[in-house]
């Protein structure tokens, strides 16, 4: 009995071992492995701050980056097998842009983009290289924005596009709270997930006139999602009412029927 239960018992932790090897395994790569153990901006730095980023969240790797063979130690580095290194200043933006073709078209045109060879910043200026995290209004700000110029401009657009964020948020969690409790909430998440995508790539144009006009647009678009929102909202608070009285309806009935009951059976 005793060395029955031992068998089982190391055949569940096998089991659950051989599920969970799979994940490690993809996530470990010899990039890893061996950048982990180097020191300062070799290692240690660039190891650190990608493990808290939204893109180890997301299993992009040094490898998706930077190129070259995950798997293979002696050949990891080389052309052979697509290492690509590390960028040059003004590569940067062709580099991040194999996978945000849409940002970096609004870049390529903006004044940021124009002036890249004369100092301009490129993607990790803002987003950092290893340590980035998901896109809010919040990277612009006086510390950062103004490095090389005045804050004044930032903050025009930082002001024009605050209200769309907070509508945008707003209408995020009434959609939420809908969903828990179990409406179908997939065509406005299909809306919002949209006007999102494109409102947020909006920045990059730092064309503060477009940016007014363009977020105009994003209002009336929001605006429609929040008018049909709060009528199904307000249909299903009808209902609830309506439901409430019929249940209350339903106990009245039921308490007279009782007690009519009980009279003829005094009776
Ligand atoms: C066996 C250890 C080892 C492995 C495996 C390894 N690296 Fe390196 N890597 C190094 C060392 C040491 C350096 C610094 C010396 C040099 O540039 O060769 C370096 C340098 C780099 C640099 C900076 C190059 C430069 O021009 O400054 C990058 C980027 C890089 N590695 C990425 C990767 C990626 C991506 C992988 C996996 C595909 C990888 N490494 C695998 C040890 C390793
Ligand atoms: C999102 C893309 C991306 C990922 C993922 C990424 N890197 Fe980098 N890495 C860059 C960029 C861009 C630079 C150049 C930054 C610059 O010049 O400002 C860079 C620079 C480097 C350098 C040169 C030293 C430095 O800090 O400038 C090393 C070494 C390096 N990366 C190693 C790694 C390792 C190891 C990983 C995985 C743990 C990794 N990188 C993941 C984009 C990435
Ligand atoms: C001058 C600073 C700056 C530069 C340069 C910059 N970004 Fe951004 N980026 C931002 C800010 C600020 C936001 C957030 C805007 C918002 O919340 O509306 C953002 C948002 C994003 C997003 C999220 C957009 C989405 O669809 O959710 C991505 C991805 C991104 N940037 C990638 C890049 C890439 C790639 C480059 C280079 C081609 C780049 N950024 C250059 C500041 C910058
Ligand atoms: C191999 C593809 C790939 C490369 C190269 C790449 N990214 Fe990403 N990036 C992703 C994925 C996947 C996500 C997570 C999904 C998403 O939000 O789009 C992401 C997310 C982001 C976000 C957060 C977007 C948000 O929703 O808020 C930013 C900012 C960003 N990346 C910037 C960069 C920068 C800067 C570089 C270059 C240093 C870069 N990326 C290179 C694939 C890539
Ligand atoms: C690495 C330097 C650098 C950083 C950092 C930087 N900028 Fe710029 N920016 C420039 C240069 C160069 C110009 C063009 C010369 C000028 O107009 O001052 C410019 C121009 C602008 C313009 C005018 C665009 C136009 O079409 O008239 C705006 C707006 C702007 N930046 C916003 C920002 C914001 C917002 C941030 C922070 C998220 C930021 N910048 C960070 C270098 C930078």
Request: with cysteine.
């Amino acid at each position: 009995m005793k060395r029955c239960l031992t068998l089982l018992m190391f055949a569940v932790v096998a089991g659950i071992l051989l599920t969970i090897q799979p994940v490690v395994a993809s996530a470990a790569t010899v990039c890893i492995e061996c950048h982990g153990k180097l020191a300062g901006e070799l290692g240690e730095i660039p190891v650190a701050h990608w493990e808290t980023s939204i893109h180890a969240r997301h299993r992009v790797s040094c490898h998706d980056c930077h190129g070259g063979d995950p798997t293979d130690y002696a050949m990891a580095m080389t052309a052979e097998r697509g290492f690509i290194g590390v960028p040059a200043y003004e590569d940067i933006p062709a580099f991040c842009g194999r996978c945000h073709v849409g940002v970096e078209e609004d870049y390529r045109e903006s004044l940021h983009g124009q002036v890249l060879s004369f100092g301009g910043p490129h993607c990790a200026t803002c987003h950092d290289n290893h340590a980035v995290q998901v896109a809010t209004i919040d990277l612009i700000n006086e510390i950062s924005c103004s490095r090389c110029h005045s804050y004044e401009r930032p903050a025009r657009i930082r002001e024009q596009i605050s209200a769309t964020e907070q509508m945008l948020t707003r209408l995020e969690s009434s959609i939420a709270s809908l969903y828990r409790v179990g409406v179908d909430t997939s065509r406005f998440q299909e809306d919002l997930f949209a006007t999102r995508n494109s409102f947020r790539r909006l920045f990059h144009s730092v064309d503060i006139d477009k940016i007014r006009a363009e977020t105009a647009r994003f209002d009336e678009d929001l605006e429609q999602t929040r008018t049909a929102l709060s009528e199904l909202e307000e249909t299903l608070g009808t209902r609830k009412l309506v439901g409430g009285a019929l249940v209350l309806l339903l106990l009245l009935g039921g308490c007279i029927g009782l007690l009519i009951k009980r009279t003829y059976d005094k009776d």
